[in-house]
């Protein structure tokens, strides 16, 4: 399945230097590199003798998602894996990001200011995710809010994962949603 359509967004924000570190966990070797343009990458296969990927190194390059594409798609044909499995493990920052979902922690606010951290659960590519953020004033006492009476909610900000979590920062437009 070609996921370049609806996911072109996604996959600008793929990372090179995260990619490199993943293929260098599941076994690829650098084989060389296309001046500052790309790196070829490959691996020794019992059921081919050498499987090769291109990874680009410049996302702002205008054929940089296409590229990409073309290797999470040849990744996820070698690893046996949809393709979205190996975007959410290749992804870490989605600035911009627009989330719903459900709060269902909130922190006790340190000293005297109206802000605290809270969990969410949202859907962050096609996965059910744990979400942290930090909120301030009226947007923390509408997390109140949503927590108590289980109402969902909606927020913009970047998206960042951190050590395997979810972290939303730059929050704006935070707001409850009625049912």
């Known amino acids: 399945m070609n996921l370049i359509i609806k996911y072109i967004d996604l996959l600008k924000n793929i990372q090179p230097e995260t990619v490199a570190n993943y293929l260098t966990n599941q076994g690829w070797q650098q084989q060389r590199r296309i001046e500052s343009q790309a790196i070829i990458w490959v691996k020794n296969s019992i059921e081919s003798s050498k ?96 927590y108590q009476e289980v109402l969902p909610v909606s927020c913009s900000g970047d998206l960042v994962k951190e050590n395997n979590s979810f972290v939303l920062k730059n929050i704006s437009d935070f707001k409850l949603l009625s049912l």
């Open 51 to 146: 499987l090769t990927l291109v990874l680009p190194l410049h996302p702002e390059v205008s054929d940089f998602p296409i590229t990409m594409n073309l290797l999470v798609e040849n990744l996820a044909k070698i690893e046996e894996k949809p393709q979205l499995e190996i975007i959410q493990k290749l992804i870490t920052n989605l600035p911009n990001f627009e989330i719903q979902g459900l709060i269902i922690e909130i922190k006790s606010p340190q000293g005297d200011g109206l802000n605290g951290e809270i969990t969410l659960m949202g859907v962050v590519i096609n996965k059910l995710k744990k979400i942290e953020t930090e909120l301030f004033d009226r947007d923390y006492i509408l997390a109140i809010k949503g």
